[in-house]
């Protein structure tokens, strides 16, 4: 099943050079899950033809306002949808206190249920959304104020299932194979039992998202950027201004690039650029002089990533 990341605005501070402010969507089995609401996302959301009412997790990473401007329209929207679903919100503490402080935006007053994970600025990490198949941790990471990145990850699925080798050692077809391949020895008539290691190969691995924005190089980003099959990383400004860089708590496109070589990702993305740069493309080249496998996040774009073709790569290393 793939997973496909869309980013929804690339800006730092505010819209500018046809970027819109931060935010990033996460697409998979038709849900999807936002890291970051700036002003305007919910358009960005129509305009990458994502349905708003798929939304099941909001994940903001702190509060200034280019991040978070745009989930009161949002969920002012998803309240006139009608939707009953629960939505998950995850924010630095406060999160619930600045709802109920906006006229009609208490969560007590929504239609659906909406389930607040508040964050506190003396953690250190934390899963904070978790299903059957996913699980999504936070970590601080360095801007000043309190922010926090975040990891998306499915959940090692079973390994494949040698059904003509299982057959081989007596296992008959049926209910015998579901449960083996579910990690369960199958005793058969004869006494003789079957383990799953015997017939299932090795678990294989899930898709794993990094989102580290609006922070300085850390021990934060390069956790939740370890083996990353994608790194979206905060790439503000160039080397030449590695100063303002750390004077406002944001990273060079280099920094960058050195995360995402020092964690062992896969892929980075740049974004959060300044308005300075019209034109990300000095920021690719100086991030690839560090990490090859860089790109410049566009707005809008699909990126498709497909747990198959991780598990064909790591049967030929």
Not at 232 to 252: I, N, P, Q, W, Y
């Amino acid at each position: 099943m793939t997973t496909t990341v869309i980013p929804l605005g690339t800006a730092s501070a505010i819209p500018a050079a046809g970027r819109h402010l931060s935010a990033l969507a996460l697409e998979r089995k038709g849900r999807v899950w936002l890291f970051d609401c700036g002003e305007g996302t919910q358009y960005r959301l129509k305009e990458a033809g994502l349905k708003r009412s798929r939304i099941d997790g909001i994940f903001i990473t702190h509060f200034h306002g280019d991040h978070w401007y745009g989930l009161l329209g949002l969920l002012s929207t998803l309240e006139l949808l009608e939707r009953a679903e629960p939505v998950t919100l995850v924010g630095p503490t406060g999160t619930r206190d600045l709802l109920r402080a906006v006229p009609s935006a208490d969560p007590a007053d929504r239609s659906f249920p909406l389930e607040i994970v508040e964050v506190d600025k003396g953690f250190t990490h934390g899963v904070v959304l978790e299903t059957d198949e996913l699980v999504v941790e936070a970590r601080p990471l360095e801007h000043g104020e309190f922010a926090m990145g975040f990891r998306f990850e499915e959940k090692p699925r079973p390994g494949r299932l040698d059904a003509e080798a299982a057959r081989a050692l007596g296992v008959p077809e049926g209910p015998a194979l579901g449960r083996l391949k579910s990690g369960e020895p199958v005793t058969l008539q004869d006494g003789t039992t079957v383990h799953p290691e015997q017939v299932v190969g090795p678990e294989r691995p899930g898709i794993a998202v990094a989102y580290v924005t609006d922070t300085r190089p850390c021990e934060g980003g390069r956790h939740l950027a370890a083996e990353a099959d994608l790194l979206v990383h905060d790439a503000t400004f160039g080397s030449e201004l590695s100063d303002r860089a750390v004077d406002t708590g944001h990273s060079t496109a280099r920094e960058a690039a050195t995360v995402a070589r020092d964690a062992g990702a896969k892929r980075l993305l740049l974004t959060h650029f300044s308005a300075r740069y019209s034109d990300p493309a000095p920021l690719v080249e100086e991030a690839r002089a560090v990490f090859p496998n860089t790109e410049a996040a566009r707005e809008l774009n699909r990126y498709a990533l497909d747990p198959r073709e991780k598990e064909e790569a790591a049967s030929t290393e």
